[in-house]
C-alpha cells in the first residue's frame, strides 16, 4: 500500500532562514512526487511535481530513491511562504496525501 | 482558463439526511476526482471519474457516491448523512488521458456540517 508521512506537523523560521519540509513514502513502483500548497483561505494548488523537475517559488525538491523521501526545500524563506504543505503521491489518477506541515515563517 | 468550480460552498445537513455536491472541472479537462479533508483523517481520495464512468475509488462506504455527465461535470451524493461526515470536500480535475501522473487542479471545496 502506498503511504506518504510528513514528519513535521508544525514548523517556524525565521525569514531569510533555510527551510526544509520533510516528506517520506512507500511505494512499490516508480513514484509520481507532488508538493502542494495551501495559503489561508485559498485552494489547493500545485508547488511543483517531481519530473518537471522546476524550481517554483524558490522552492526545489529532490527525489531520493534510496531513502524515500522527496523533501522541500528553500534557502532563504520569506514571510509569504506562510501556508499549509502537503506532499502527495498518485498512483494511477489518485493522490495519497501525507498529513501537511504548517508552516510559520517569522519576521 | 476558469478554474475548477464547486457549488455550493457551504451546506448544513441534519443525521439522516443526503446531500448533493457538485463540481464543473476546467473547460477540456475529462477527470474529475473527489476527496474528503478532515482534521483527523487529512485529505482523503474518494473516487475518479473519466469519460462519465468510475475508473478508481478509495475505501470509503457505498453511501457515497458519485458521477458524471458527458460535459465532465460531476456530481457527488451522500446518502444517510452522519455527523461524521461534516467534512471539507474537494474536487479536482485533469486532462488524465493516460490514466496516472497529471496535475490535478483543486476546487474551493465544499464545506459541509451535518447536525
Known amino acids: 500500500a502506498q503511504r506518504v508521512t510528513q514528519p513535521e506537523k508544525l514548523l517556524s523560521v525565521f525569514k531569510g532562514a533555510p527551510v526544509e519540509l520533510k516528506c517520506n513514502y512507500s511505494y512499490s513502483g516508480s513514484p509520481e512526487l507532488f508538493w502542494y500548497v495551501q495559503y489561508s483561505r485559498q485552494r489547493l494548488q500545485l508547488l511543483l511535481r517531481?519530473?518537471s523537475r522546476e524550481s517554483i517559488k524558490g522552492f526545489t525538491a529532490d527525489l531520493n530513491k534510496g531513502e524515500t523521501s522527496f523533501h522541500l526545500k528553500k534557502p532563504f524563506a520569506q514571510e509569504e511562504d506562510s501556508a499549509m504543505y502537503y506532499c502527495?503521491?498518485?498512483?494511477?489518477?489518485?493522490?495519497?496525501f501525507g498529513e501537511g506541515t504548517q508552516l510559520t515563517v517569522n519576521p | 482558463k476558469a478554474g475548477v468550480t464547486q457549488t455550493p460552498r457551504y451546506l448544513i445537513k441534519t443525521r439522516g439526511q443526503q446531500v448533493t455536491l457538485s463540481c464543473s472541472p476546467i473547460s477540456g479537462h475529462r477527470s474529475v476526482s473527489w476527496y474528503q479533508q478532515t482534521p483527523g483523517q487529512g485529505l482523503q481520495f474518494l473516487f475518479e471519474y473519466f469519460s462519465e464512468t468510475q475508473r478508481n475509488k478509495g475505501n470509503f462506504p457505498g453511501r457515497f457516491s458519485g458521477r458524471q455527465f458527458s460535459n465532465s461535470r460531476s456530481e457527488m451524493n451522500v446518502s444517510t448523512l452522519e455527523l461524521g461526515d461534516s467534512a471539507l470536500y474537494l474536487c479536482?480535475?485533469?486532462?488524465?488521458?493516460?490514466?496516472?501522473?497529471?496535475?490535478?487542479?483543486f476546487g474551493p471545496g465544499t464545506r459541509l456540517l451535518v447536525l
Open positions: 517531481h519530473i
Open positions: 502527495a503521491l498518485t498512483s494511477g489518477s489518485r493522490l495519497t
Open positions: 479536482a480535475s485533469s486532462s488524465a488521458f493516460t490514466g496516472g501522473g497529471e496535475t490535478q487542479y
